[in-house]
């Protein structure tokens, strides 16, 4: 197999795999992604930073050896660095440390080091160094940085800055979820790669936003956030221009919200989905945002995405055997998963509901609501087919919600 390395700078190149095809992850559905690895020449030392994901060994090796032919070297790979131990960056980390280099130095957090043995149960005779921040490799004329980043996005991550470069790999942090030709965020427009990097942010490291807060204090504090000049994750595009995304990362992580309100809905006979619609009208009276989400045909993992810079929710579905229909409850597991009161983010809901007889829809969905971290503000508990009296309340429930949430 042959595949071309990409340069990103003077002796470092980009080595990781486009899987194509790939159309879920983690449960949410995806159009693709990268695995990203990274070869970096010291005058010294050349190293491997983080490895890829189930078949898709060759391409990966094909795209190692063409950095090698690039540079017009011989082929010796000395340190590994693996900055994180799930499978999408590390399945083939053992083989490639007995093909290319036996007597390689590897580093890796502590954690990670547990971990790699934990999943592949294949680690424990190797010599792998423990590394955290403040630790740093000298290459030959370059510098690794080690700098430790738990749940970003598990507890064994960490972050590896070049730092004559600055340029910082970040393993899961600051990555999306897209398959393309190109590399860089430049090739792509970064309205849309900043909406890729929410729906990852939102379904994946939303419950690591503490530690986030944290880290960015600590790369402020330190200074070391100004040295970083491009932030290379292992999924998606290269940031060659970070400020967006980090400014991004901050507003996520601090629960920075627009003026904008979730709706989200399931329906049996139209009736929750009349007294969705009209919410929404009555939102949109007040020059607020709606995303709108009828779980019938959308993922999850998008309403998450929106639901991440909301103000407020108004979550809908109909009573069903004295319960919400059951369609609305894989969301509400995701939201229950997610939770999003870890960005610190004070999010208010509204609960609608159709109902035959004894109702039972509102009661449990406020009770998964206020668990996940909402504050259930208002419900609306209507008897089968909303009439225009209803519809006209439904209408004035929704501009009341968006009246809530306005500064
Ligand atoms: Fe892309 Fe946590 O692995």
């Known amino acids: 197999?042959?595949?071309k390395a990409v340069k990103?700078?003077?002796?470092?190149y980009w080595v990781g795999v486009i899987h194509w095809h790939s159309r879920t992850?983690?449960?949410?559905?995806?159009?693709?992604?990268?695995?990203?690895?990274?070869?970096?020449?010291?005058?010294?030392?050349?190293?491997?930073?983080?490895n890829v994901y189930k078949g898709m060994f060759e391409q990966f090796d094909a795209r190692v050896k063409d950095a090698f032919d690039q540079e017009g070297k011989e082929f010796k790979i000395d340190v590994f660095v693996q900055n994180h131990s799930e499978m999408d960056h590390s399945t083939f980390l053992r083989q490639t440390i007995e093909e290319y280099n036996p007597e390689a130095e590897i580093y890796a957090s502590a954690n990670c080091i547990k971990f790699l043995d934990a999943q592949y149960h294949n680690f424990g005779d190797l010599e792998i160094n423990a590394v955290a921040t403040g630790d740093e490799l000298d290459i030959g004329g370059r510098t690794l940085k080690f700098i430790s980043a738990p749940m970003l996005h598990w507890p064994d991550s960490m972050f590896t800055l070049l730092a004559e470069e600055g340029i910082l790999f970040s393993n899961d942090a600051f990555g999306q979820h897209v398959a393309h030709s190109k590399r860089f965020d430049e090739d792509y427009g970064t309205e849309y790669l900043l909406r890729e990097a929410q729906k990852y942010y939102a379904n994946l490291v939303t419950l690591g936003s503490p530690m986030l807060r944290m880290k960015l204090d600590e790369l402020t504090n330190t200074g070391l956030i100004n040295d970083i000049k491009m932030i290379a994750p292992c999924h998606g595009q290269i940031w060659k221009n970070p400020a967006p995304i980090v400014e991004k990362y901050s507003e996520w992580g601090n629960g920075v919200c627009k003026d904008k309100i979730t709706v989200i809905y399931d329906t049996m006979h139209h009736s929750t989905e009349k007294l969705a619609y009209q919410i929404a009208e009555g939102i949109m009276s007040e020059g607020v945002e709606v995303a709108m989400y009828f779980m019938q045909e959308d993922g999850p993992d998008d309403v998450i995405t929106d639901i991440l810079d909301?103000?407020?929710?108004a979550l809908g579905a109909p009573t069903m055997m004295n319960k919400p229909f059951p369609r609305i409850g894989n969301m509400m597991y995701w939201l229950d998963c997610v939770n999003f009161k870890g960005t610190t983010s004070e999010k208010n809901a509204l609960?609608?509901?159709?109902k035959g007889w004894g109702g039972g829809a509102v009661a449990k969905l406020q009770n998964d609501l206020e668990a996940a971290g909402f504050t259930v503000t208002d419900t609306l508990d209507v008897l089968f087919v909303p009439d225009e009296d209803v519809l006209a309340e439904a209408f004035e429930k929704g501009a009341e919600l968006a009246r809530s949430i306005k500064e």
């Open 1 to 3: 197999m042959k595949a």
């Open 8 to 12: 990103m700078a003077d002796g470092v």
């Open 25 to 50: 992850f983690h449960g949410y559905g995806i159009p693709g992604t990268t695995y990203n690895a990274y070869l970096v020449f010291g005058e010294e030392k050349t190293v491997l930073i983080d």
């Open 310 to 313: 909301s103000k407020a929710i």
């Open 351 to 354: 609960i609608f509901s159709s």
